[in-house]
C-alpha cells in the first residue's frame, strides 16, 4: 500500500461535479430508451450477413448427441474443452457464425483488441500452451486462439456453423432436449448448454432517414474490408484514400477503430453523442522471458485470482496485471487505508470510493487536454460521469487521432445525429455528405432474452423460460433454472457478476457444469435440475447484498442503466453473490469439489 497519503477533494469541486454530471445526464435522457434502436430485420437484414466465411450446405441432422451448446464463443469453447477433459467425449456446439469466437468471430474490424489483460481474459491460456504477444491482444490472435482451442479439444468434429436454433424444448416422456434449426435439423441432447451471450446481434440507430443512404454502409461487426482494403492485421485500408467516411458511436469499438481510419481516410466524420472515457492502455510485446518465469504451474488461475481481487476489492498483496480496471480499486483500498480503524464506516467507504473516482476521472479529463491540439474538440471529448457509469475505455492513439487532418469530432452536445440523407448524415443542422457511413453502434445489451437468443426455451410441461422469468430472472448460481431440466446457462449474473473479465466467469462456470454432467452420467441419472426451493433460497441471498453496483439512474444514459429509463420489473435480481466476485468463484469451487451438488436433484 502506499506510504502517501491520498489527496482530499474539495467538497465544493465535489459539489460542482456532480451537478455537472446530472446535467450532462439530463442533455441525453429519451424516453424511447432501447427503443431507440431498430431491429436488424427485412429490410436491413443485409447487416447480418457473413462477409468472412462462405455458407457450405449440407444434410439436416436427425442424430442423438450427450451435449449440445448453443454459442460458439468463450463459454462454448471452454465448457466444451471441461467435458472432454472429463471423458465426455459426444459434444456438439451450435454457432450461427462460420467457425469459432463469438463475438470475437464478428469483431474484425481495424484494431480490435481486448481491453482486459490477454493473460487474465484469454482462456485456457496454461492448457493451450498459448502466450498471448502482448498485453492487450489483438483480435486476430483471439480468433486464432479460439480456434486453436477448437482444434485441441476436437470440438470441431461435431460442431454447426451457420445454423441457428429456432426451437429448442424438453420431451417431457423422452426426458431428452429437442432442438430444431434455420438448416432444417431435428436432433435430441439429453443435455444442453446455452451461452449466446449479450455481444451477438448488432443493432441500429433508430436515425429519420437511415435507409435512405446510398452511399456504402455496414456495421464494424461487419467490417467490409472488399470496399475499405486493408484487414483486419492492421493493414492500410487503401480504399478509403480518396473517400468521405462518416462513423456513428464513440464507444469501445469507435474508440479502437478510428486511428485506423484517421490514417486512411481523406476525411473522417466521427459523430458523437456522448463520449468515452479514455484512460492510458500503455500496451506492450510479452517478454518471453518473463512469460516463461510466470507461467509456471497453474499460473493462469493464479493471476484471475489476482486480477478479481484488485479489481473488486478483495484482498491481495500485489497487483500483477496493474491496467486501468485494478487502478481505480487501488485508489479506493490506499483511501480507505488512510482512515483510523474506527473511522472505516459504510458512509465512509463510499466517500472513499466516490473521491478515488472524481480523482481518476479529472485525470482522465486531463489527459483529453495533454493530448487534443483544438481546445473546443478536446472539451467535446471529456466524459462527465463516474468511470463506471459506461464501460471504461483504454486507448493510447485514440484521443490523439483528432490531431490529424481530415479529421473531425462532430459533438451533437448529447443530442445525436438528427437525420441521414441519401448523399451524407445531418448533425447540429449542419448536412456532412459522405461516400461511406460505418454504424458503431454497438450490440443488443437491453433487449429480451427471447429476442437476442432466438428462440424461447421450452421446458418442463411446456413452461417457457419468458414466463418463468417474467418477473425477473430466476437461477440458482445464474446457471440452473427450476422446470428447465439438464439445462445449463452460462453467463455472469446471479453468480459472481464480474463484469471487468467475463471469460472468469464463463471458465468457472464450465468446469463446474462438467462436473456436473459427469456425475450424472457416472451415476445413471437421466436428469439433474434445481429444486425450487433452493432456485427460490438463492434469489433471497442475492437480496440481500447490496444490490445493483452498475447502471445508476444518475448515469448518463447506457446499457448499463437501461438507457436511462426505469430499470424494469425484476432489475432487483440481475445482481451478483452479496459477498463479492472473489467470494463467490471461492464458493463455487468448494460447492462443485463436495460432490454433493447441493440444491440439485438427480433423477434415474
Known amino acids: 500500500m502506499s506510504q502517501t497519503q491520498p489527496s482530499p477533494i474539495d467538497p465544493a469541486e465535489k459539489a460542482a461535479l456532480q451537478k455537472k454530471y446530472l446535467a450532462e445526464r439530463d442533455k441525453r435522457l429519451r424516453a424511447d430508451g432501447n427503443a431507440q434502436y431498430i431491429q436488424?430485420?427485412?429490410?436491413?437484414e443485409h447487416y447480418l450477413e457473413d462477409p468472412y466465411t462462405p455458407v457450405q450446405s449440407r444434410e439436416p441432422l436427425k442424430d442423438h448427441v450427450t451435449f449440445s451448446f448453443v454459442g460458439g464463443g468463450f463459454a462454448g469453447l471452454v465448457t466444451g474443452a471441461?467435458?472432454?477433459?472429463?471423458g465426455i467425449e459426444d459434444v456438439r456446439i451450435i454457432e450461427k457464425g462460420g467457425d469459432f469466437g463469438g463475438t470475437w468471430y464478428w469483431n474484425r474490424y481495424p484494431g480490435a483488441q481486448c481491453d482486459t489483460a490477454s493473460f487474465v481474459y484469454m482462456p485456457l491460456l496454461e492448457e493451450t500452451g498459448h502466450m498471448p504477444t502482448?498485453?492487450?491482444?489483438?483480435?486476430?490472435e483471439i480468433l486464432a486462439h479460439c480456434q486453436n482451442i477448437g482444434n485441441q479439444f476436437n470440438l470441431y468434429d461435431q460442431a454447426l456453423f451457420h445454423t441457428v436454433v429456432t426451437d429448442l424444448r424438453w420431451l417431457d416422456e423422452q426426458r431428452v432436449w429437442q432442438i430444431k434449426t434455420n438448416r432444417g435439423d431435428c436432433f435430441t441432447?439429453?443435455?444442453?448448454?446455452?451461452?449466446?451471450?449479450?455481444?451477438?446481434?448488432?443493432?441500429?440507430?433508430?436515425?429519420?432517414?437511415?435507409e435512405s443512404f446510398k452511399g456504402h454502409t455496414f456495421h464494424t461487426s461487419r467490417w467490409d474490408y472488399n470496399y475499405t482494403g486493408g484487414n483486419p492485421e492492421g493493414g492500410l485500408m487503401t480504399g478509403l484514400q480518396d473517400k468521405r467516411v462518416g462513423i456513428i458511436g464513440t464507444g469501445a469499438t469507435s474508440v479502437q477503430c478510428v486511428p485506423h481510419l484517421?490514417?486512411?481516410?481523406?476525411?473522417?466524420?466521427v459523430f458523437q453523442r456522448t463520449p468515452s472515457s479514455v484512460d492510458i492502455r500503455d500496451n506492450q510485446p510479452t517478454d518471453p522471458q518473463w512469460f516463461e518465469e510466470i507461467a509456471t504451474e497453474g499460473w493462469q488461475q493464479r493471476w484471475l485470482e489476482n486480477f478479481t481481487a484488485n479489481q473488486t476489492g478483495g484482498?491481495?498483496?500485489?497487483?500483477?496485471?496493474?491496467?486501468?480496471?485494478?487502478?481505480?480499486?487501488?485508489?479506493?483500498?490506499?483511501?480507505?487505508?488512510?482512515?483510523p480503524q474506527d473511522e472505516r464506516t459504510p458512509k465512509n467507504m463510499m466517500l472513499a470510493w466516490e473521491d478515488s473516482d472524481f480523482e481518476k476521472?479529472?485525470?482522465?479529463?486531463a489527459r483529453v487536454d495533454a493530448i487534443v491540439n483544438d481546445p473546443k474538440t478536446a472539451d467535446g471529448l471529456k466524459a462527465w460521469y463516474r468511470q463506471l457509469c459506461k464501460r471504461p475505455c483504454f486507448h493510447d492513439e485514440y484521443l490523439d487521432s483528432y490531431n490529424q487532418p481530415g479529421v473531425e469530432l462532430v459533438h451533437t452536445d448529447g443530442q445525436g445525429v438528427s437525420e441521414i440523407t441519401e448523399t451524407g448524415v445531418v448533425a447540429n443542422g449542419k448536412e456532412y455528405p459522405l461516400d461511406c457511413l460505418i454504424y458503431a453502434s454497438g450490440f443488443e445489451v437491453g433487449t429480451e432474452y427471447k429476442r437476442r437468443a432466438g428462440f424461447d426455451l421450452t421446458g418442463r410441461g411446456g413452461l417457457k423460460l419468458s414466463d418463468h422469468w417474467q418477473g425477473g430472472m430466476r437461477t440458482k448460481h445464474g446457471t440452473h433454472a427450476h422446470g428447465f431440466p439438464n439445462a445449463f446457462i452460462v453467463q455472469p449474473t446471479q453468480?459472481?457478476?464480474?463484469?471487468?473479465?467475463?471469460?472468469?466467469?464463463?471458465?468457472?462456470?464450465?468446469?463446474?457444469?462438467?462436473c456436473i454432467v459427469k456425475h450424472a452420467i457416472e451415476g445413471g441419472y437421466r436428469e439433474v435440475e434445481v429444486t425450487e426451493e433452493a432456485e427460490t433460497a438463492w434469489l433471497e441471498l442475492l437480496l440481500s447484498g447490496p444490490g445493483r453496483m452498475l447502471g445508476a439512474q444518475d448515469c448518463t444514459p447506457g446499457y448499463y442503466n437501461n438507457e436511462g429509463q426505469a430499470p424494469g420489473p425484476g432489475a432487483e435480481y440481475h445482481v451478483g453473490y452479496p459477498h463479492g466476485a472473489s467470494a463467490y468463484f471461492d464458493y463455487l469451487r468448494e460447492w462443485r469439489s463436495s460432490g454433493a451438488f447441493d440444491g440439485l436433484a438427480f433423477k434415474t
Open 40 to 44: 436488424i430485420t427485412n429490410q436491413f
Open 82 to 86: 471441461r467435458l472432454k477433459e472429463l
Open 134 to 140: 502482448e498485453k492487450y491482444a489483438h483480435a486476430p
Open 361 to 365: 476521472m479529472n485525470e482522465i479529463r
Open 495 to 514: 453468480g459472481a457478476n464480474l463484469i471487468s473479465n467475463v471469460p472468469h466467469n464463463l471458465t468457472e462456470s464450465g468446469q463446474t457444469i462438467a
Open 189 to 210: 441432447s439429453q443435455f444442453i448448454g446455452l451461452g449466446t451471450g449479450p455481444l451477438h446481434v448488432p443493432k441500429l440507430p433508430g436515425i429519420p432517414g437511415i
Open 315 to 339: 484482498m491481495a498483496k500485489e497487483d500483477l496485471v496493474k491496467d486501468g480496471w485494478t487502478d481505480l480499486s487501488r485508489r479506493i483500498r490506499e483511501r480507505i487505508g488512510s482512515l
Open 262 to 269: 484517421a490514417k486512411a481516410c481523406q476525411s473522417l466524420a
